[in-house]
């Protein structure tokens, strides 16, 4: 089974501040890497997919690198806005099966 | 374009009566799939499908029951609902692209509690 940690499960930074959240999986062999945002009481929102084939993906402010030996992906957001807040999940597919495996999120506070 | 829609948003339910969380989505993807949300334990996958008629199960299917007669909708019965169903339930749909699930749309949820 695949396990995903995102660490830590919450992070507060000032207004502007560049920021990386961490996603890691214990099985590398992934079909694809997806990273989402989910604001209270509301579903999810995809903010980036990565295939297994990529390095990164880019989509305004938001960064995402994948590096699958080391099963890890890093989702960078450059200037920090407060309408960033939010928590943001990661979710990995295996190259076997079509299930995708959640992480439990960051829930990230910027502060004004 | 609606995305995908989930009904009801709040349900209570007593200890071992049953009901069925609707799910549609109008984007004609392939892919959909049953969340529940729980704190502390991130998304768990309850049941899947890859298209009209193709349901398997996920992480967690013990007690709920799918099926797939169209595209557009995958409803999610609970046979007799019990405490520990308790949860935050999506309905997630992506395209399928070679036989895999791409990027996946979330509905806003259903918020059960079961007395």
């Known amino acids: 089974k695949q396990e995903v940690t995102q660490i830590p499960a919450a992070l507060s930074v000032p207004e502007g501040e560049n920021l990386v959240l961490n996603c890691s999986f214990t099985d590398s062999a992934i079909y694809n890497l997806q990273w989402f945002r989910q604001d209270p009481g509301k579903g999810l929102t995809s903010l980036l997919l990565?295939?297994?084939?990529?390095r990164e993906q880019t989509s305004g402010r938001l960064n995402a690198s994948l590096d699958k030996s080391s099963g890890r992906s890093t989702l960078y957001i450059a200037a920090s806005q407060p309408g960033d807040s939010a928590t943001y999940l990661c979710a990995v597919s295996r190259n076997t099966g079509n299930q995708f495996y959640f992480g439990t999120g960051t829930s990230l506070t910027v502060i004004p | 374009n609606a995305g995908v829609t989930q009904t009801p948003k709040f349900q209570v339910l007593k200890t071992g009566q049953s009901m069925t969380l609707q799910c549609a989505q109008d984007?004609?993807?392939?892919?959909m799939s049953w969340y529940r949300q729980d704190p502390g334990m991130g998304l768990r996958l309850i049941h899947y499908s890859v298209g009209a008629g193709i349901t398997d199960q996920g992480e967690v299917p013990n007690g709920y029951n799918v099926s797939r007669s169209t595209t557009e909708d995958f409803p999610l019965r609970l046979l007799s609902a019990a405490p520990s169903q308790t949860s935050v339930y999506f309905c997630?749909?992506?395209?399928?692209?070679?036989?895999?699930?791409?990027?996946?749309?979330f509905g806003p949820g259903t918020r059960l509690t079961v007395l």
């Open positions: 990565i295939q297994s084939s990529q």
């Open positions: 984007m004609n993807h392939e892919y």
């Open positions: 997630a749909s992506s395209y399928s692209v070679r036989g895999r699930p791409d990027t996946q749309y």
